[in-house]
């Protein structure tokens, strides 16, 4: 007869009773269990005796505050590694923000409270406590079985050592089988670990991009309009941004990453030049008493990956640097060229035969014991000290490196420093000069440009810009119902489409369109999408793509680009 699992804890804090109740009928569910408390100090005792998956903190209480209430969680052993949302009523500057992050939040939410925002935030914590649970309760397990094996090693012991050599050499066997499959067993829990908290971010973060780019788009229609005096139809476009703001969450770009579900540009790059150009923000980011140099190899071939992505790599591991050297030291980021062969990739896993440019972050820290270097790499683990660090910062460098191609490894040792050492693919082609934006989007002349998107706010957006531009937009919801219109007489000079579409995809519905139109330019636009992450990969000839949330310039742009290129196609 299987038990009952004990319900999942989250505790909401607020002063106001009323507040409660609504915040615990707003996240009532099967399996969940709600520890309500008026005041930080009636919190904090809660806390002594529940394990809490999530803390929902109103900032402004009396006594006893939201921020100082998660500086005291941050603090103890027991709760400094509970997530902590806050929700407020007053403002939400950049230095209110800034001290919440200080003391420990994840997120902010803003009152009156969205249900589907806290809901959809909420669970992520509450499914992400749940999958914790339960692999505790099968490590617990698999302790008890190994003290179980190791009682009965003992005893058999007693026993074999009056036998014969033949049975000491298969008990020998036997005690290395048992520690093999233990290793396998560890690996294949961590790797199940990693992919079913990356599924699940990755999700999330579809939803926000779309919402983010409803906001972004927004306010760049209201500036257009607003300057050339133009003021009617702004309320639309100011409740299209705030419903989408208020939805929107802070942590998008690090869900994406560490789910290594992100959309990348990978193309070639000169590895040196871009580690050259950002060598001021690193010493800018890094304290006075750090001695700070470059090591750059010679004729180093271009490597194939995001540099957007590639700084912040860097950036995030300079900052991990400094953090280790609180008394000052020295950071080294080198590059060399690696050239694996078989011996190499057999002590190497993850890594293919072939060469590589590889970028060291390397300092003279306090270093890492070998038992915390096979931890780094799982997310919210870090060895900064208590309430500092959110532990993905590593864990997003991972994602990066191994969807581009690579590889992450790192050498430590405690009192001499770390060095973390990332390999990267390398092509043959040349870096481009990236190419001059304009000041302003370049106008069309009737040209009809057929839209395909879900989501009302980015419909609404695009289908603007395009009028404001001169171009002559025609929008479906539902992509089933743009193929009639694709295999009709009339005259379409572009198609944009979202990726992520119900029913039928972007891509699908963009062989499709190919069938009828075999020369049409098409525009992607993309919050996420698994099999978009490489665009390279995903698209075709006359194909391009942006991403959510992009800039009403950069889509006109793309428009512009691809609206050109029709003129030979309406000639066919």
Known sequence: MSSIPDPVNFLIVDDLPENLLSLEGLLRRDGLACLKARSGEEALELLLKHDVALALLDVQMPGM????????????????????????????????????????????????????????????FFDLHQQRRQIQQQRDALEENARALAEAAGQLEAQVNARTVELEDALRRLTAETAERERAEA?????????????????????????????????????RRIASGRTDGLDRYMDAATLSAERAAALTHRLLAFSRRQTLDPKPVAVNELIQSMANLVERAIDEKVDFSLALAAD???????????????LNLAINARDAMPDGGALTIETTLADLDETHVATRPGLA??????????????????????????????TKPLGQGTGLGLSMVYGFVRQSGGAVRIHSQP??????????????????????????????????????????????????VLEELRYEPIEFADPLDAVPFLASEERVDLMISDVGLPGMNGRELAETARMHRPGLPILFITGYAENAAIRSGFLGTNMAMVTKPFSLDELAGRVNQLVTSSVKYAEV
């Open 65 to 124: 505050d939201g921020f100082e209430l998660a500086e005291f969680m941050r603090g103890s052993e027991r709760s400094r590694h509970v997530p902590i949302i806050f929700l407020t009523a007053g403002t939400t500057d950049t230095q209110r923000r800034f001290r919440g992050y200080e003391a420990g939040a994840v997120d902010f939410i803003q009152k009156p409270i969205e249900p589907d925002v806290l809901r959809g935030k909420a669970g992520v």
């Open 187 to 223: 690996t294949l829990r961590q790797s199940q670990k990693m992919e079913a908290v990356g599924q699940l971010t990755g999700g999330i973060a579809h939803d926000f991009n779309n919402m983010l780019t409803g906001v972004i788009g927004s306010l760049d229609l209201m500036r």
């Open 300 to 314: 180093l071939p271009p490597g194939m990956i995001d540099p957007n992505q590639l700084e912040n790599a860097i």
């Open 353 to 382: 035969l072939g060469r590589y440019v590889v970028v060291a972050v390397s300092d003279t820290g306090v270093g890492m014991a070998p038992d915390l270097i096979q931890k780094v790499f799982e997310p919210f683990f870090t």
């Open 415 to 464: 009192g001499l420093g770390t060095s973390v050492k990332l390999y990267l693919p390398i092509t043959e082609a040349q870096p481009v000069a990236p190419l001059k934006t304009v000041s302003h989007a370049p106008d069309g002349c009737g040209q009809r440009v057929l839209v395909v998107e879900d989501d009302p706010a980015v419909r609404l957006l695009v289908r603007e």
